[in-house]
């Protein structure tokens, strides 16, 4: 059976990732998500209403025109984890194939969430929920395993097909982190197991691959967290916490503080209501009783309207804005649009990075420099990744010891940067490239659009 791995999007950015794998007559994919730095740079796109080849031309999502070449039916389209730059474009482009979407329980609300959003396109695929340490027969040849896994979003899988020609293992993205704050560490076990059984390809994201040592875990992170809120115990002061509102962990561990100190968390902006409450309905996290909620602008600001009232010291608001998007809360907060306004003394703590393109970069330095203007202190970085450095994927590697390795989710520095830590591991890069004799442990670099023949 010839197997090839099709590079259609996320290997020349980060975002809008995409892989297909062809096992001869039979195609499965991997993730179809929107690089949302593309859509936000023009102010009037309106990704619901529009058409998929005009997002394409953005470069928003996955140009699977390419699709059209390769020939083979699709059996799956199987998403890892339910962050938009995995499963953005689905209302975009699931509908060309007729094959179901496999996610954990958790994406695949989100997935669910997503559709019904969709205004442009009819998206019928059937959704099927796989949970993790579950397998789902695709076809006579084909096997579809989820093996649990760590990153800053529950649910997550490491995406294992099985083949006749060995396991192909999609692992975008993954953190080994052995002490989460929400669910159990990564499946080591089967991970070894499955290194036994025999791993052809192992396609990997490479996101950290420049940072050196491990991850640190997200019990750091919650440690970080906790020493910020709790030594403002006796403030009188307003405390705002932005997060990412995918981070349900995180978002878990504010509250609680919050609730340590005798403030009441609330979760304000519709991406916050939108995970928290998804996840709290489906009992994949818990937050203390006081918590509640609010999504729309109405209610939003009603909610702040009564933080004043009762006094912002009997409060600690969760709010979207962390990197200064456009009608996010903490922007609004910042720019007087909220009936908050910012008083002396106040504190805003970032519990996140700067995703860096110089967008955010900009849209960070407004509000930080408003807020401050208004008398803000603010704590950045309160934060771990929720990607895997150097010494993880060392790990990884390790533990599966595949015979071919296809770095993604990066550009050409990060996927490189990722063949120059896999040749230091005995890795090479394939005759084809370099007129050398492969020993048939390659790392392959592909860019969006390209292939590679697994030998
Ligand atoms: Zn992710």
Known sequence: M?????????????????????????IVIFDMGLRLDQVMIHEDAEVENMHSLDLIKMKAIPDDTMMNTVEGTVKAIVCSHGHLDHIGA??????????????????????????????????????????????HTLSQSLTLEFVRMQHSIIDTATAVLHTPRGAIVYACDYKLDRTPVIGDPPDFGRLRQIGKEGVLALIVESTNI??????????????????????????????????????????????????????????LGRSMERYSSAAEQM???????????????????????????????????????????????????????????VENGDKVVFSAKIIP??????????????????????????HVSGHAYREDHYEFLSLLNPQNVIPAHGNLGFTSAYADFAAGLGYSLPRETLGRESKGYDVHLLANGQRVKLQ
């Open 2 to 26: 010839d197997i090839e791995v099709i590079a259609v999007g996320g290997y020349d950015e980060v975002g809008r990732n995409m892989t297909a794998v062809r096992c001869g007559k039979e």
């Open 90 to 135: 689905i209302p975009k482009l699931a509908h060309r194939y007729n094959a179901p979407i496999i996610s954990t329980p958790y994406t695949t609300e989100l997935i669910r969430q997503q559709i019904a959003g969709e205004q442009k396109f009819g998206v019928n695929n059937k959704l099927f929920a796989l949970r993790t340490g579950q397998r």
């Open 283 to 341: 009992k994949l996290v818990g937050f203390p009783e006081t918590t509640s909620m609010f999504g729309n602008r109405r209610t939003v600001d009603r909610m702040l309207r009564r933080m004043i009232k009762a006094g912002k010291e009997k409060f600690l608001p969760i709010i979207t804005g962390h990197q200064g998007e456009e009608g996010s809360i903490l922007r609004r907060i910042a720019t007087g649009d909220t009936p908050y306004k």
């Open 210 to 267: 420049d940072q050196e040592g491990r991850a640190p875990s997200e019990r750091i992170a919650r440690d970080l967290v906790r020493d910020t809120i709790t030594s403002y115990e006796d403030d009188k002061n307003a405390i705002l916490v932005s997060t990412f509102s995918s981070h349900i962990a995180r978002v878990k561990t504010i509250a609680e503080c919050a609730h340590e100190i005798g403030r009441k968390p609330i979760l």
């Open 357 to 382: 393109n110089p967008m955010n970069r900009g849209n960070r330095y407004f509000i930080e420099t408003r807020l401050k203007m208004s008398g803000a202190r603010i704590f950045p970085d309160v």
